[in-house]
């Protein structure tokens, strides 16, 4: 792993960058087949102009391939790649008006950093002049004015992002795509890099469009998260969305922190916005969730967010609705955060509860102590598949 602990550059600083004319990009029945293999299946996706759109999901996922078919790197098996209102399906890359900072970042070796940025307009027949003038204006935006004579070996890895970044911002393309752009740096120069991206995308205006496995990460740049789980959309909404209201199984386990109980629909009671749907768990009783339609008889689940759960420490009411009997199993300190691991009595599965640490220590439970976890309707969101 590459780490930035040395030789830091000033942070992105603030001048003036005109804003770019961003284009959106659409996404119609867009499939990539490798042999019989199929990566990505069917997409259909709006990416509005000048958002933050991450592409979330676990390894193989077709995440990827996603961002190359959008980028050209990667020809479609069918369906449509559209920028802005143009079909660029049989466009090569450097006619699509996007550019792509690598995992890797990919820079030339051989050439310094004033030379790395200026490549692409090199590559563009930009005028000598004009060069020097958007080189510059370009490295002092990503703060990196005093580096230009240095060669890419000679940055740390914090560094040669901001060379790879402002290499592909300086063309100022409609739309930059990312491909794991944070993930060769240590968490705290990730965390720090994290937001100066979502500056740079602010201040350019222009369409981003993020590639990472990292839910932290898409959380807190992105104005869209797309969720994706074997070749498929399983989610697209924003980050407040996905967080507090998963769609799916899986996106309540990706995200993480979620309780899941699966069972079978006994009753739906229609409502204007969301059905009160009631769900018997298998050994664990009856629960009542909040979600879109549902058919009786039909398998499904709910989820809670750990941090939604409360601790009672009585015995059940048996004739009561979202409260099982749990065990303390593990206890651990996480600075503000307390994580607890909770032994379901009936069935002997697990449970997560997290609570602020201040208020754990109020009134602390011993492991193996027996307590009544609870929650409300309102926090129980039904997932259908
Ligand atoms: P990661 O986070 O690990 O990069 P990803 O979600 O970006 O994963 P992709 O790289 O898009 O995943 O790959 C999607 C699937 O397509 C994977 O199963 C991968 O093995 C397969 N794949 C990718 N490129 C090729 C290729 N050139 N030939 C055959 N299969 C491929």
Redesign the pocket.
């Known amino acids: 792993m590459i780490t930035g602990t040395t030789q830091q550059a000033q942070t992105v600083s603030t001048p003036y960058v005109a804003p770019v004319h961003a284009e959106g990009v659409m996404l119609r029945s867009l499939t990539k087949k490798?042999g019989s293999?199929v990566?990505v299946e069917n997409i259909n996706l709006d990416i509005p102009a000048g958002s933050y759109c991450c592409l979330l999901?676990p390894?193989?996922?077709?995440?990827?391939?996603t961002l190359r078919m959008i980028a050209g790197h990667e020809e479609a098996t069918s369906g449509d790649v559209i920028i802005g209102d143009r079909r660029v399906n049989d466009l090569p890359p450097a006619k699509r008006n996007t550019a792509m900072v690598f995992q890797n970042y990919a820079l030339f070796p051989h050439k310094t950093v004033w030379q790395n940025v200026e490549f692409g307009l090199k590559m563009r027949g930009v005028k000598v002049s004009d060069r020097a003038q958007r080189v510059n204006e370009m490295l002092e935006v990503v703060g990196l004015s005093k580096f230009g004579d240095r060669k890419p070996t000679m940055l740390s890895g914090g560094q040669q992002q901001r060379v790879a970044l402002a290499r592909a911002l300086v063309t100022r393309p409609q739309v930059l795509l990312l491909d794991e752009p944070l993930s060769a740096l240590d968490e705290s120069l990730r965390v720090k890099t994290r937001s100066e991206l979502r500056k740079l995308q602010r201040q350019f205006g222009m369409t981003f469009i993020q590639?990472t496995?990292a839910q932290d990460e898409a959380f807190s740049l992105a104005d869209q998260i797309v969720v994706m789980d074997h070749g498929h959309i399983d989610q697209i909404g924003t980050p407040a969305e996905i967080f507090s209201a998963p769609a799916s199984r899986f996106v309540a386990r990706f995200v993480g922190d979620n309780n899941i109980f699966v069972g079978k629909v006994t009753h739906v009671t229609p409502n204007t916005n969301t059905a009160l749907i009631q769900l018997e768990v298998d050994g664990l009783g009856t629960f009542l969730c909040r979600g879109q339609a549902a058919d009786v008889g039909m398998t499904a689940a709910c989820s809670v967010r750990a941090d939604r759960m409360v601790l009672k420490p009585h015995t059940p009411d048996s004739h009561a609705s979202n409260q099982i009997s749990v065990r303390v199993a593990a206890v651990e300190f996480t600075g503000y955060v307390t994580r607890v691991s909770l032994l379901l009595e009936a069935t002997g599965e697990e449970a997560l509860y997290k609570v602020r640490t201040q208020d754990w220590m109020a009134q602390p439970l011993q492991e193996g102590e027996s307590v009544v976890l609870g929650w409300s309707t309102e926090d129980c969101i039904f997932l259908p598949h």
């Open positions: 490798y293999f990566a999901g390894s193989g996922c077709g995440k990827t391939t590639v496995h």
